[in-house]
């Protein structure tokens, strides 16, 4: 069985993580969406709500299971599921000259795991979390963030923020 682990803090959850995961589903026999905790971390949503705003999100597709993981490496996380996978985007140079230096050092810690990444279109290609969290605040966010956060997310956004 084909294993793999998409791994974020998914806060919030945007429509390229969507896009990611459908992928991903396609690719793999089995695909876990793990939300990665950490602790020094400030986060705009707990745990148990981006938990809810994946499985509303993506939650039945068939082959994804959603989790979580604390305090771990992600290749160590990874290995422990016998995943031989590890799923990443990259949408820029500077993510590609991230992820390749992540690839080569989970490498080192297990190489039994590969590194597999996809490319977004060009459509969702600069949404991320802090993309999305960045455009709140001005007259007339609400109408841009829609675009790029699946409904159930823009409701927890436009709730939290509608007021500030």
Do not use: C
Request: net charge negative.
């Amino acid at each position: 069985m084909k294993r793999a682990v998409y791994a974020g803090s998914f806060d919030p959850l945007t429509n390229g993580h969507v896009w990611m995961i459908e992928e991903g589903a396609k690719l793999f026999d089995e695909l876990i969406v793990a939300i990665g905790i950490n602790p020094d971390k400030q986060y705009t949503f707990n745990l148990d709500d981006r938990l809810t705003f994946l499985q509303d999100a993506v939650g039945g597709r068939p082959h994804v299971k959603i989790d979580s993981f604390e305090n771990q490496f992600l290749v160590h996380y990874a290995a422990q599921l016998d995943a031989g996978f590890i799923l990443r985007g990259i949408r820029t140079e500077t993510d590609y000259d991230y992820e390749r230096g992540m690839r080569h050092i989970n490498s080192d810690l297990r190489p039994e795991v590969t590194s597999v990444f996809l490319i977004p279109p060009r459509e969702i290609a600069e949404v991320s979390s802090s993309f999305v969290k960045g455009l709140i605040g001005p007259d007339g966010w609400e109408e841009i963030v829609k675009q790029y956060v699946p409904e159930g997310v823009y409701r927890a956004l436009e709730k939290q923020f509608a007021n500030d």
